[in-house]
């Protein structure tokens, strides 16, 4: 009787102890893969949301391919208007910053207070300024986010008939319209609309243009010839078919898209379809969508592949890739056959370019990936074997070739011997000589515009290089003004901060000792940094409560041109101290003084004014205070 007491309370126990179990597995809420309605970078992404009753995990995967990566200690959740603060992460603990793996990403578990477990949507803000990585409208519901597509465009039925504009020169304007459906402000998307005319000022690819909080931005370039250009939007890119004095209409499912850009539902069906177009193009356009990864001999592991590589082996690799792409456009079914035409023509001319480029190709290789100790390629070749292929190739005889848009590239002696005999390549040639000022924000002399004058032919190529430095005089002027503003506003109105104005000419050697002259017998920090550089602003925030404690420290931040004028005025807002603002030659003239090739950067003065350390990328907040606390003394 009494061991089946026993038995019996065992069993009650065992049953207790199962409920208990199954409770407490209840209790805990799994979504995996959640869809999301924005975000403001291409590095983060939500794999994974456990809502438990004390703590929400978040599983996230941080790409970024070397250098180091961290979570800001302020980063939070807000869910129906409430805050839930980060707790930690075993992988990335606060305040330290973790090397990335050869895999290419950092996966970790970040931790937060508990929301309730009917929490249908939340934001995850890794800084409150949106200075961070930040991802907006988690949803936990199941349902992917949709924006609400015009009829007409659903109902739309590309004419494969169409036809490819002519090649014939035809300066004007080329105007693209944009509408982003799904599209808030607070989203902070960023857009490029990229449209080259072989003399376009370089862009880069941070200085977005501007868009509505209506969702929309319109966009006008120059243009002579019919070209392949590019919308981009966070990391994805859009081709299209730019046509002078024509207009390109384009709508996007913003939603659509945001997942599309990430590795997690990139190779989901239901995200394939996010772009319409509209115009008299709109069969090619929809048509290039389908091919665009096929454009480019240019792959993701290409550099990887060629190191190490003879000029031949070079070559017969460059030739299969080649072979199978243009394999791959040929048996596409989806197109039409102005696009493929198109298609092929780009294919081919990135074919030439790459075999013309592979001494540069091959030698830089080992730099671009960071792999050491490969072996330097003889590059002796017997030129005529060696691009024998080539002859094969009909668009380097044919005026398709000018759909290429670095057609600009073949103006070498070395295209003569490939290519039909083009004028217009002899005018490119002296008008890309002529533009590469634009490259550092210079108009064209009063000198050089008289040889543009009495050596380029064309009439219509010397008014491309004309309109063009017309449009940069132009914006100089504004982005002038600008500065202007963003100086007496900052020096005047400002408690905590200030703006020294550094003269353009000013050589690099004297650039430093003016700054810090000023703030002898005080520690100073220096930051480089720009306004497209996530990491520098990430770490920009963990430093903050630093800054709070040593006030005594003079913080100067050094920015250059390639941060766009207003950007970087919004953005100096939030960062108390003092500013710098360079010119591209003067930033790269200081980083080969002190040899540094990256930012962030970081210099420590002293009170004698001597740099006593000095660190590339964010050394940690108590390396930094150390560093400092020794300047001072």
Same mark, same amino acid.
């Given at each position: 009787?009494?061991?089946?007491?026993?038995?019996?309370?065992?069993?009650?126990?065992?049953?207790?102890?199962?409920?208990?179990?199954?409770?407490?597995?209840?209790?805990?809420?799994?979504?995996?893969?959640?869809?999301?309605?924005?975000?403001?970078?291409?590095?983060?992404?939500?794999?994974?949301?456990?809502?438990?009753?004390?703590?929400?995990?978040?599983?996230?995967?941080?790409?970024?391919?070397?250098?180091?990566?961290?979570?800001?200690?302020?980063?939070?959740? #807000? /869910?129906?208007?409430?805050?839930?603060?980060?707790?930690?992460?075993?992988? &990335?603990?606060?305040?330290?910053?973790?090397?990335?793996?050869?895999?290419?990403?950092?996966?970790?578990?970040?931790?937060?207070?508990?929301?309730?477990?009917?929490?249908?949507?939340?934001?995850?803000?890794?800084?409150?300024?949106?200075?961070?990585?930040?991802?907006?409208?988690?949803?936990?519901?199941?349902?992917?986010?949709?924006?609400?597509?015009?009829?007409?465009?659903?109902?739309?039925?590309?004419?494969?008939?169409?036809?490819?504009?002519?090649?014939?020169?035809?300066?004007?304007?080329?105007?693209?319209?944009?509408?982003?459906?799904?599209?808030?402000?607070?989203?902070?998307?960023?857009?490029?609309?990229?449209?080259?005319?072989?003399?376009?000022?370089?862009? #880069?690819?941070?200085?977005?243009?501007?868009?509505?909080?209506?969702?929309?931005?319109?966009?006008?370039?120059?243009?002579? &010839?019919?070209?392949?250009?590019?919308?981009?939007?966070?990391?994805?890119?859009?081709?299209?078919?730019?046509?002078?004095?024509?207009?390109?209409?384009?709508?996007?499912?913003?939603?659509?898209?945001?997942?599309?850009?990430?590795?997690?539902?990139?190779?989901?069906?239901?995200?394939?379809?996010?772009?319409?177009?509209?115009?008299?193009?709109?069969?090619?356009?929809?048509?290039?969508?389908?091919?665009?990864?096929?454009?480019?001999?240019?792959?993701?592991?290409?550099?990887?592949?060629?190191?190490?590589?003879?000029?031949?082996?070079?070559?017969?690799?460059?030739?299969?890739?080649?072979?199978?792409?243009?394999?791959?456009?040929?048996?596409?079914?989806?197109?039409?056959?102005?696009?493929?035409?198109?298609?092929?023509?780009?294919?081919?001319?990135?074919?030439?370019? /790459?075999?013309?480029?592979?001494?540069?190709?091959?030698?830089?290789?080992? #730099?671009?990936?960071?792999?050491?100790?490969?072996?330097?390629?003889?590059?002796?070749?017997?030129?005529?074997?060696?691009?024998?292929?080539?002859?094969?190739?009909?668009?380097?005889?044919?005026?398709?070739?000018?759909?290429?848009?670095?057609?600009?590239?073949?103006?070498?002696?070395?295209?003569?011997?490939?290519?039909?005999?083009?004028?217009?390549?002899?005018?490119?040639?002296?008008?890309?000589?002529?533009?590469?000022?634009?490259?550092?924000?210079?108009?064209?002399?009063?000198?050089?515009?008289?040889?543009?004058?009495?050596?380029?032919?064309?009439?219509?190529?010397?008014?491309?290089?004309? /309109?063009?430095?017309?449009?940069?005089?132009?914006?100089?002027?504004?982005?002038?003004?600008?500065?202007?503003?963003?100086?007496?506003?900052?020096?005047?109105?400002? &408690?905590? &901060?200030?703006?020294?104005?550094?003269?353009?000419? #000013?050589?690099?050697?004297?650039?430093?000792?003016?700054?810090?002259?000023?703030?002898?017998?005080?520690?100073?920090?220096?930051?480089?940094?720009?306004?497209?550089?996530?990491?520098?602003?990430?770490?920009?925030?963990?430093?903050?409560?630093?800054?709070?404690?040593?006030?005594?420290?003079?913080?100067?931040?050094?920015?250059?041109?390639?941060?766009?004028?207003?950007?970087?005025?919004?953005?100096?807002?939030?960062?108390?101290?003092?500013?710098?603002?360079?010119?591209?030659?003067?930033?790269?003239?200081?980083?080969?003084?002190?040899?540094?090739?990256?930012?962030?950067?970081?210099?420590?003065?002293?009170?004698?004014?001597?740099?006593?350390?000095?660190?590339?990328?964010?050394?940690?907040?108590?390396?930094?205070?150390?560093?400092?606390?020794?300047?001072?003394?």
């Amino acid at each position: 009787m009494v061991q089946h007491k026993i038995i019996k309370r065992l069993e009650t126990i065992v049953v207790f102890l199962m409920l208990l179990v199954a409770t407490t597995a209840q209790a805990k809420r799994v979504v995996e893969r959640p869809y999301f309605l924005g975000s403001n970078n291409h590095k983060l992404e939500i794999e994974r949301v456990t809502l438990d009753k004390k703590a929400t995990f978040l599983d996230v995967k941080i790409y970024q391919a070397s250098g180091e990566v961290g979570i800001d200690s302020h980063a939070s959740i #807000m /869910a129906n208007g409430v805050k839930y603060d980060y707790i930690g992460s075993k992988q &990335l603990p606060k305040g330290v910053f973790v090397k990335v793996p050869e895999c290419g990403y950092v996966a970790a578990t970040l931790r937060f207070k508990p929301m309730p477990e009917t929490t249908t949507e939340f934001d995850f803000r890794e800084i409150a300024d949106n200075s961070g990585w930040n991802i907006y409208g988690v949803r936990l519901d199941g349902k992917r986010p949709q924006a609400d597509i015009p009829q007409h465009l659903l109902q739309q039925a590309p004419d494969k008939n169409s036809k490819l504009p002519a090649t014939d020169l035809n300066l004007g304007k080329t105007v693209v319209a944009v509408r982003l459906l799904g599209y808030k402000p607070e989203y902070k998307t960023t857009l490029d609309i990229i449209v080259d005319n072989w003399f376009s000022p370089q862009r #880069m690819p941070f200085a977005h243009d501007s868009i509505g909080v209506d969702g929309t931005c319109r966009v006008s370039a120059n243009a002579i &010839l019919p070209t392949v250009a590019t919308i981009r939007i966070n990391r994805m890119e859009i081709p299209f078919l730019a046509v002078p004095n024509d207009t390109t209409t384009v709508t996007i499912d913003l939603p659509t898209l945001t997942l599309a850009a990430t590795h997690l539902f990139a190779n989901d069906s239901e995200v394939k379809k996010f772009v319409w177009f509209e115009g008299k193009h709109a069969a090619v356009d929809t048509g290039l969508q389908s091919v665009k990864t096929m454009l480019d001999v240019y792959g993701d592991t290409f550099f990887d592949d060629i190191c190490g590589m003879t000029p031949l082996q070079y070559r017969d690799y460059v030739q299969q890739i080649y072979e199978r792409l243009s394999a791959a456009i040929n048996s596409n079914a989806a197109i039409g056959s102005a696009t493929r035409t198109l298609a092929q023509n780009i294919l081919s001319m990135n074919y030439a370019s /790459a075999l013309f480029g592979f001494k540069n190709n091959i030698s830089m290789a080992p #730099m671009i990936t960071g792999k050491r100790g490969v072996p330097r390629a003889d590059m002796r070749i017997d030129t005529l074997s060696y691009f024998k292929p080539l002859e094969q190739l009909s668009v380097l005889r044919s005026k398709d070739q000018r759909y290429y848009h670095y057609l600009s590239d073949f103006t070498s002696a070395l295209r003569h011997q490939y290519m039909s005999a083009d004028p217009l390549l002899d005018d490119i040639a002296i008008g890309k000589r002529l533009s590469r000022s634009f490259n550092r924000k210079c108009p064209l002399t009063e000198q050089q515009i008289a040889v543009a004058h009495d050596s380029i032919a064309n009439d219509m190529v010397r008014e491309l290089i004309l /309109a063009n430095n017309d449009d940069l005089k132009s914006q100089l002027s504004a982005a002038n003004k600008k500065m202007e503003e963003i100086k007496k506003t900052a020096n005047i109105s400002s &408690l905590y &901060l200030s703006i020294i104005d550094i003269d353009p000419k #000013m050589s690099a050697q004297q650039i430093l000792p003016t700054i810090t002259d000023k703030y002898k017998g005080k520690a100073v920090l220096i930051d480089f940094w720009n306004t497209w550089c996530v990491p520098c602003r990430a770490a920009m925030s963990a430093i903050r409560p630093l800054k709070e404690q040593l006030h005594d420290v003079v913080y100067v931040y050094i920015a250059d041109a390639s941060s766009p004028v207003d950007k970087w005025g919004e953005m100096i807002k939030t960062i108390s101290g003092v500013h710098v603002r360079l010119t591209k030659e003067q930033a790269a003239a200081l980083a080969e003084i002190h040899k540094f090739s990256g930012i962030p950067t970081y210099f420590v003065v002293n009170k004698e004014g001597k740099i006593t350390y000095q660190k590339t990328s964010f050394p940690g907040v108590e390396t930094l205070r150390e560093q400092l606390v020794s300047a001072m003394r």
